[in-house]
T-cell receptor, first 112, second 115 residues
Framework: DQQVKQNSPSLSVQEGRISILNCDYT??????FLWYKKYPAEGPTFLIS?????DKNEDGRFTVFLNKSAKHLSLHIVPSQPGDSAVYFC???????????FGKGTKLTVNP | GAGVSQSPRYKVTKRGQDVALRCDPI?????LYWYRQALGQGPEFLTY????????KSGLPNDRFSAERPEGSISTLTIQRTEQRDSAMYRC?????????????FGNGTRLTVT
């Protein structure tokens, strides 16, 4: 039973437009959420995180939004660039736990 | 500086053999994690260490899987009597303190194929 769900296996956007990647979770005890980005043949790299006490965190072109009542978070990339093409994983953890629970990932393709 | 290093990069083994996968974390990182990633899936937690102490091994699938980090640095994940279902990418990650306070840095993984 997937506790962290990324329902879109892939997403394609034009360069310069907004990319929106979505993630849903089922465990209301999760209190810390992260996004990782993965290029082929490499390990995932940390992108941005958000604590459950916030509803938004921004870092340059990347913004993560958290809607606790809907158990939903999203990653916005504006403007999208071809170098953003990668697989994006959503992950969550329980307070005090070192264990991250990952979604299956969404493959983003940004077309020039 | 060097990132997390895993060896071997690829391992092909016959069913029933034992394998040992090595992880060399970023120098100074306290926490070390092992994850397993099947094709088309996200990483799945196996176990983690703070220094040399194994704090959580709840994700290890069965007693054929074990891990150690005897000196609080390099770690080895051992799979005994391998089975075909063990085939996957095995990823090691390290962090300065822990995922809520510092992000995980993943290695490039060891792709294990059991024939």
């Amino acid at each position: 039973d997937q506790q962290v769900k990324q329902n879109s296996p892939s997403l394609s956007v034009q360069e310069g437009r907004i990319s929106i990647l979505n993630c849903d979770y089922t465990n209301s005890m999760f209190d810390y959420f992260l996004w990782y980005k993965k290029y082929p043949a490499e390990g995932p790299t940390f992108l941005i995180s958000i604590s459950s006490i916030k509803d938004k965190n921004e870092d340059g072109r990347f913004t993560v939004f958290l809607n606790k009542s809907a158990k939903h978070l999203s990653l916005h990339i504006v403007p999208s660039q071809p170098g953003d093409s990668a697989v994006y994983f959503c992950a969550a953890s329980l307070g005090g736990s070192e264990k991250l629970v990952f979604g299956k990932g969404t493959k983003l393709t940004v077309n020039p | 500086g060097a990132g997390v290093s895993q060896s071997p990069r690829y391992k092909v083994t016959k069913r029933g053999q034992d394998v040992a996968l090595r992880c060399d974390p970023i120098s100074g990182h306290v926490s070390l994690y092992w994850y397993r990633q099947a094709l088309g899936q996200g990483p799945e937690f196996l176990t983690y260490f703070n220094y040399e102490a194994q704090q959580d091994k709840s994700g290890l699938p069965n007693d054929r899987f074990s891990a150690e980090r005897p000196e609080g640095s390099i770690s080895t994940l051992t799979i005994q009597r391998t089975e075909q279902r063990d085939s996957a990418m095995y990823r090691c990650a390290s962090s300065l303190v822990g995922p809520n306070n510092s992000p995980l840095h993943f290695g490039n993984g060891t792709r294990l194929t059991v024939t």
